[in-house]
Each structure stands twice: as C-alpha cells, then as structure tokens.
C-alpha cells in the first residue's frame, strides 16, 4: 500500500514563501515521474510541477522562476519550494506519482490547502 501525505500549506501574503512537502509510505519502485499539480475553486486540476526519473525538472510557464520540485531520496520526500507566492497561486495542491508504461500506477495525496492573500 502505498500513501502520499502533503503538508506544508497555510496563509500567506503575496510575495510569501512556502515549502510543501510529499511525504511517500510505502515502496515505489521504478517511478517514471512525480508531480504537483493544483486546483482552485471552480477550476480544473492543473500541473504545476514535474520531475523525472533521471532528474529532469519542469514547470507551468506561470510558476517558472518561482516554483522549485526537488526530491530527498533519504526522506522519501518531495518538495515544492514555492517562492513569490500571487493570489493566482491560491488552491490545494496535490502530489501524484506515476509509474513506467510496463508498470503502470497513479497515486494521489488528499491535497494541502495553499491561499495567498493581496
């Protein structure tokens, strides 16, 4: 069985900081990518951050230079450094994991709520 566990979130002012976390139980083997995507009211689930297998990163144009995904093998952790925070960045962030076309898998978090307040 394996969970993914957010956490990090909370209230901010424009121009804030926060650090989220995905905590990973379990064992995954053999992902083939990790990310964070969001949802705010209203709106459809979108992606927000990738990262790799072999460690190549990349993000949604309107977070790019701001958001940072980076992963602590050790913790078995990932992170969304989330820096310059806009009232457009307000939502519950998710972490998913994907597994290799040979061995296909989709896990979800229950999310971490984010608001940015102007």
């Known amino acids: 069985q394996v969970q993914l566990v957010e956490s990090g979130g909370g209230l901010v002012h424009t121009g804030g900081s926060l650090r989220l976390s995905c905590a990973v139980f379990g064992h995954i083997a053999d992902f083939d990518s990790i990310h964070w995507y969001r949802q705010a009211p209203g709106m459809q689930r979108e992606l927000v951050a990738t990262?790799?297998?072999?460690?190549?990163?990349d993000s949604q144009p309107s977070v790019k230079g701001r958001f940072t995904i980076s992963r602590d093998n050790a913790k078995n952790t990932v992170y969304l450094q989330m820096n310059n925070l806009k009232p457009a960045d307000t939502a519950v962030y998710y972490c998913n994991v994907k597994g290799p076309y040979l061995n296909p898998y989709d896990y979800w978090g229950r999310g971490t709520q984010v608001t940015v307040s102007s």
């Open positions: 990262l790799t297998q072999r460690g190549t990163t």
